[in-house]
């Protein structure tokens, strides 16, 4: 199991001394450099040693699918440019959140939404495919999403996009939220590709810490019963004091929870 952490692209080597193995940056922040900024970064990314195997943030939150000036040619440009960058950073997997966007507006024929969403999501795993990425579909908690909260939900509409370049992932944060099983992991370990964390309680995300009194081992131990050796990544995006203080401790205590949880 390899640790991650998420940040943007400035913040890489306060990932590095933090001890992460991996960065999990913003697509969109790649995607919009322009080409000496982009190259420049190019050789950060490799200097830092750190894996950039995940990048998330595919489509701003700000989009809606069910809009009328929702264009999907477009963001499937978007998703073709960034990939094009991301694949020459070793980016092999990107995680679909985008809960506003997949959101289903009130009164909407849910099997229509569900065929139209499947389109979208089919259309850019086809896109991907093209540069070696997997995207992964996230269950979302109910304060996200409408569509798509659970495992087993992403399960079944997995089968409705049908397409081999389409997994899920899991939560902490949000399988709380749902009240979902731990051992859901286990049950749909088949399709769990990657794996989030940060401390679930309230509204702000938090590095994960010995002594903030939540206990995140029933979490490892139900990714290391399903087999998981994949990345764990910490989607911390709010910081009490000191980020590299924070993250340090955070990769530290992750580490001995994994070891523990064997």
């Known amino acids: 199991m390899k640790f991650g952490c998420f940040g943007t692209c400035r913040q890489l080597s306060l990932i590095k001394k933090a001890g ?14 322009d080409e000496m900024t982009y190259a420049g970064f190019c050789q950060e990314a490799y200097s ?18 069910f809009s009328a000036d929702f264009s999907l040619e477009y963001w499937l440009e978007h998703t073709k440019k960034g990939a094009a960058r991301a694949s020459r950073l070793g980016c092999t997997m990107i995680p679909f959140g985008a809960g506003k966007c997949r959101s ?3 009164g909407y024929p849910v099997a229509d939404a569900a ?35 659970t495992l087993p939900e992403v399960a079944d509409f997995l089968k409705l996009v049908d397409h081999p370049g389409c997994a899920s992932m899991c939560d902490l ?16 370990k088949e399709i769990v590709r990657h794996a989030h964390i940060d401390d679930p309680r309230g509204d702000r995300r938090y590095f994960p810490g010995p002594d903030d009194g939540y206990d995140y081992l029933p979490y490892f131990q139900a990714l290391h019963k399903a087999g998981y050796d994949g990345l764990v990544t910490v989607e911390a ?11 340090a401790f955070c990769a530290a205590y992750l580490r001995r929870l994994s070891e523990k949880s064997k």
């Open 20 to 33: 992460f193995d991996s960065a999990e940056l913003d697509f969109c922040e790649l995607t919009a450099m």
């Open 48 to 65: 830092s040693g750190l894996g950039l195997e995940v990048f998330s943030g595919l489509i701003p939150l700000t989009e809606r699918f």
């Open 104 to 106: 289903i507006p009130e």
């Open 115 to 149: 065929a139209h969403i499947a389109h979208i999501v089919r259309s850019l795993c086809q896109v991907l495919m093209d540069f070696g990425i997997l995207l992964v579909i996230e269950p979302l908690g109910p304060a996200n999403s409408n569509y798509l909260n």
């Open 173 to 188: 944060r949000h399988m709380c939220r749902t009240e979902e099983p731990l051992s859901n992991i286990g049950q749909y």
């Open 237 to 247: 995006t709010s910081i009490r004091q000191d980020f590299l203080t924070e993250a």
